[in-house]
């Protein structure tokens, strides 16, 4: 096991604080001691950050304090989307982005915007699964938009109306057997209704 550093001392000024402290903490020291005070059961990383377990329960062994359990995944890419919140942060700040619920972004926010449900997020996540794979595997998006189809496939009812009407003369309209026009509200189930 490697020598962690627990603090850097940076005499620069800080932009919260100022030049008020110039002892900061570093992720390794801090992140165990937070979660094992905030009663952290489970302790979710991606798999970045594997290389810091041993670190992370060795302090809490030494501190004789609670030990919550760690677990690293692979993080979640979605083709043709940017998922980074840094990358997020950066597209906000220059202005091409109105905010994080802005409807072109798959945040959480961005995607309730957007028309996505809950559940339709949720069968989306529980679908694609929780893998140890590594960081370059990529979901396509047309999988969540499977998802909110079929969700909305059986749950939202179809209209039809004609928007812009163009007025017409049928001028052998006697000679048509057929005059009515009829379709199921819900495709799938034509028991619910036409």
Known sequence: MRDSVAYRIRYVGHPHSGDKWCIYPTYDYTHCLVDSIENITHSLCTLEFEIRRESY???????DVYQPYVWEYSRMNIS??????????????SGRCTGWDDPRLHTIQGLRRRGYTPSMINKFCAKIGVARAGNENFTSYKKLEFYAREELDATAPRTFAVLDPVEIEIINFDAITEKEVEQPIFPADRSKGV
């Open 57 to 63: 329960y060795q302090l809490l062994k030494d501190l």
């Open 80 to 93: 043709n989307t940017v998922l980074s919140k840094r990358k997020i942060e950066a597209l906000i700040d």
